[in-house]
């Protein structure tokens, strides 16, 4: 079936410096990603967003970043804080009711 | 604003024994409604989601069973639990294209 993964399962970065965090989809029907951030206990936080006909979108320190011609979404987060520290999880949607979610990349701001 | 609410926030059950789990959204109307479990260390898998009072639609069989009493309630249930019905039950809403997350309940069965 379809499915949506993550290229790393744990990334470490120093405060500070910029964070990337990978995703790779199958779908190719999919037209809408989503990136959560999920902090331990706690569901899943929306913090962007891209419709298929863009390739990049912005945020506040966030940038997401489509490529659908090798079916690739990152999320780029700027000068990484220890509060940015948490899993974040890409997921896709094609219309339908089902979005599929990949396992999620866990990020550790280092001091 | 719309809030989405979900209890417990945490259970401990037997197997064998019987489940409800509530969530409730404010601040909108004829949400759709969506269940989904959270193994640990996994992804997200949608389990029911609901488009209106009444109909629900199951993703994948299990032991596991929903319902939509009212407009923005949904409440997910057994009638005996299993050692692998444990994990994070997540409640979510949708907003245009968007889902948006309860608190979650972190279900252990022992």
């Known amino acids: 079936g379809e499915s949506v993964g993550l290229h790393l399962p744990t990334l470490s970065v120093q405060e500070g410096d910029n964070s990337i965090i990978n995703c790779a989809y199958s779908n190719s029907a999919s037209d809408y990603f989503i990136w959560y951030k999920q902090e331990s206990g706690k569901g899943p936080q929306f913090i962007i967003d891209i419709r298929s006909n863009m390739d990049k979108r912005q945020g506040q320190r966030v940038t997401v970043l489509l490529n659908k011609t090798v079916k690739h979404l990152s999320l780029q987060i700027a000068a990484t804080q220890p509060g940015d520290s948490a899993v974040y999880f890409c997921a896709e949607n094609d219309y339908g009711q089902n979005f599929v979610f990949g396992p999620g990349t866990r990020l550790s701001v280092l001091p | 604003s719309q809030t989405i609410h979900q209890w417990p926030a945490t259970l401990v059950q037997p197997v064998g024994s019987p489940l409800s789990l509530e969530c409730t959204v404010e601040?909108?109307?004829?949400?759709?409604l969506y269940w989904y479990r959270q193994a640990a260390g996994r992804g997200l898998q949608l389990l029911f989601y609901?488009?209106?009072?009444?109909?629900i639609s199951s993703e994948v069989p299990q032991n596991l069973s929903a319902s939509r009493p009212q407009d923005r309630q949904f409440i997910l249930s057994s009638k005996k639990l299993l050692l692998s019905d444990s994990g994070f039950y997540l409640c979510a809403w949708r907003f245009g294209d968007t889902q948006y997350f309860g608190p979650g309940t972190r279900l252990t069965v022992l």
């Open positions: 601040g909108t109307s004829n949400p759709n």
């Open positions: 609901s488009v209106g009072i009444g109909q």
